[in-house]
């Protein structure tokens, strides 16, 4: 399977199976679009006659074509699918942990209009986790992660910093029992910033591999849906925060994320306030509600989202070249090293090697499941308790989704989030059609992006 597509000012052909993108002519760019349809002479034929006034002859269309068959033969174009026969071995594997969500804490110091989590009580009680119940989920961690020595946990909320005394201890038990255990763990903190100063600061920068810091843009698009429990806007109380916090991190280990909404299409412009801010690991993502929601995106926004991520992917490239780059996630992927083709398929990891935990101890197949009863696995005492939902999840893959299986995409989505397509469609093997338009388009630009970087380089040379 080959995609092609024009951004940038290049001319883009990704092999699908391979993974080699190749940036050519427009003579080589028509040739590859005919090759599989066309005879050899029909080839030379009709493009000799379109690019006549170039001085392109047959002879010229010839050698294209010798060098579309040298890729061919060496496994860098049309190159078959290998990997659909084996994509249903997944269900068979055997998985372990590696990772859990700790809902440390479901309240929250904002009310935020859009939150999935019901402004942190996940449509139940408010409630923080007790260390008993947090140690006993890091216990269950390791006890479930074979021979596995890197482990994650993400402290979540709510938010976490409500309950920061317990994460203290969390922690400290978790380093206590490293050595003996034979694991790693790497933490991650997502806040909105409200309750950040020096002893968190400090904290997060010794122990935390990462910290994601929620803010929405500009001021006037972060305090419309991001509002205190009084009704405030939080923006003026968080962003020194965040940039102090930010400053004393070494700019580093940490994502600025952000959520567009109907309200800013121009979403861009948040994220170059946010850079302009001093702020240089970001994400933006849309959000994903009831499509009766005033906030809500739909169909008829996608021309102009569209747009909004080429003048992104534009921008980055102009900031980069002028020695100002910053980092935005859905634009970050490697084209040489990985990941492995396992993780292709398989994705994230929800239900199987991901899992939350509430502060009850409930296991869930990932924090946008909890509250769902029919998708709690069990708990942390007794383990996985429900597990044809754990094999409903060994399923949730690239190949196992019908509308995935002509698409160019499904070996960087991996089929997509699970739980964005069970709340779009009732079905964890669903697609959430949205989300997966808006995901190609941002493959399109960081692959672009890729392709600028190397021309870059070799220019340089």
């Known amino acids: 399977m080959v995609h092609q597509y024009k951004l940038g000012g290049y001319n883009i052909v990704l092999d699908v199976f391979s993974g080699a993108v190749h940036a050519v002519d427009e003579v080589a760019y028509d040739a590859i679009a005919l090759y599989e349809t066309h005879t050899k002479d029909e080839i030379q034929t009709e493009l000799s006659e379109k690019y006549a006034d170039d001085g392109v002859t047959k002879e010229d269309i010839a050698e294209v074509l010798c060098d579309i068959e040298q890729l ?14 084996h994509a249903f071995d997944f269900k068979n594997r055997n998985t372990v942990i590696k990772a859990l969500c700790l809902h440390v804490a479901h309240t929250c110091n904002l009310n935020c209009s859009y939150c999935f989590a019901a402004q942190g009580k996940y449509h139940g009680e408010r409630a923080l986790m007790s260390f008993e119940t947090g140690k006993r989920a890091l216990d269950f961690l390791v006890e479930n992660s074979g021979t596995r020595k890197n482990l994650e946990v993400d402290f979540f909320g709510g938010e976490p910093l409500m309950n920061f005394e317990v994460v203290k201890q969390l922690v400290a038990y978790a380093r206590s029992m490293e050595k003996e255990a034979g694991k790693n763990f790497r933490f991650t903190l997502t806040t ?28 006037e698009v972060h305090d419309r849906l991001r509002k205190t429990v009084n009704g405030e806007g939080s923006y ?3 962003v020194p925060k965040f940039q102090d916090f930010v400053k004393k991190r070494g700019n580093r280990g940490y994502y600025v994320r952000g959520t567009y909404t109907k309200y800013n299409l121009d979403f861009t412009n948040d994220i170059f306030h946010m850079a302009d801010l001093g702020f240089t690991e970001l994400s933006m993502e849309p959000v994903v509600s009831a499509p009766d929601d005033p906030y809500a995106l739909s169909e008829a ?80 005492w007794n383990g996985i308790t429900n597990p044809a939902v754990q094999q409903e999840f060994k399923l949730c893959n690239a190949y196992a989704r019908e509308d995935c299986r002509d698409c160019w995409a499904k070996l960087y989505c991996s089929g997509g989030c699970a739980a964005n397509a069970y709340h779009a469609t009732g079905s964890v093997t669903g697609v959430y059609e949205l989300g997966c338009q808006l995901f190609k388009k941002r493959m399109e630009c960081a692959i672009m992006l890729k392709v600028a970087e190397a021309l870059d380089k070799a220019a340089e040379a």
């Open 301 to 380: 926004d996608l021309p102009t989202l569209y747009l909004q991520y080429e003048i992104l992917a534009e921008e980055m490239l102009r900031r980069r070249r002028e020695g100002h780059p910053f980092t935005f996630y859905h634009y970050m992927i490697d084209l040489t090293g990985g990941p492995c083709i396992y993780k292709r398929i398989s994705g994230c990891g929800s239900g199987t090697e991901y899992l939350a935990v509430t502060p009850w101890g409930d296991l869930y197949p990932c924090h946008q499941f909890v509250g769902e009863e029919k998708y709690r696995l069990g708990d942390i």
């Open 236 to 238: 003026d109380l968080i």
């Open 72 to 85: 061919k033969a060496d496994g860098k174009l049309f190159t078959e699918d290998v990997y659909a026969d």
């Open 192 to 219: 909105n910033g409200v309750l950040l100063n020096d002893e968190v600061t400090e904290f997060a920068n010794r122990e935390c591999h990462n910290v994601v810091l929620s803010l929405d843009g500009r001021k």
